[in-house]
């Protein structure tokens, strides 16, 4: 009921700025327990709106081989690939709903890592990637080092620190150049789904 309710909200929000050339998404959920439950629900929000905005660019499209996929992995003490990338938006939405908080440390670079892979996996190099998290990596060296090798593979990185305690330049390392947003209240988070959609030549346009 609660992933009808979802989708019924997705189908109904305000517009989003749609680019139907588009790009795959890897979508990056830190899960560690310093999130309250209300707020993981509302940093949950944002995927759900970028996996609807997939999803609606894919029915402009009849070539099943043309489709765009989508993924999700989680981490904290461990990573965890909710799921694979594909183009069945309720699978995405089934994973994101039963995604779950957990304990531990922040292990930024092992997700960082399995998004490499999956980047790798993909028909096309237009590939988005979006981390949001908020705190900073407990390895900030490997962090770095796993950032640049994802951002070697040619895909953009979004990097989204929430919360008042996230350092500015950790989450900038992470990012590729100007995709990086800092956002000091978890509500305002939702709504920036609007600006992670590179245009058709790929190429990030840097925001405020």
Request: proline residues 4%; negative net charge.
């Amino acid at each position: 009921m609660r992933l009808f309710l979802l989708f019924c909200l997705l189908m109904s929000a305000s517009t989003l700025d749609i680019d139907f050339c588009g790009c795959h998404v890897i979508y990056i959920q830190d899960v560690s327990g310093s999130w309250f439950p209300s707020e993981f629900s509302t940093a949950k929000e944002l995927a759900a709106n970028i996996f609807s905005t997939v999803n609606l660019q894919n029915s402009f499209r009849n070539n099943t081989h043309n489709k765009l996929t989508a993924g999700l992995i989680s981490y904290a003490n461990k990573v965890r690939v909710e799921q694979n990338m594909t183009t069945d938006f309720y699978k995405q939405l089934t994973a994101l709903e039963n995604m779950k908080l957990t304990h531990g440390t922040t292990r930024t670079h092992l997700a960082l890592q399995a998004a490499k892979e999956m980047v790798e996996q993909t028909s096309t190099k237009c590939t988005a990637v979006v981390i949001v998290t908020d705190g900073d990596s407990n390895f900030p060296s490997e962090a770095a080092a796993a950032a640049a090798a994802l951002k070697a593979t040619d895909c953009y990185v979004y990097a989204f620190g929430v919360g008042p305690l996230v350092d500015v330049d950790a989450i900038r390392t992470l990012a590729s150049p100007g995709l990086y947003r800092i956002v000091r209240d978890v509500k305002d988070l939702a709504p920036y789904s609007e600006l992670l959609l590179p245009p058709c030549s790929c190429v990030p346009t840097e925001g405020a």
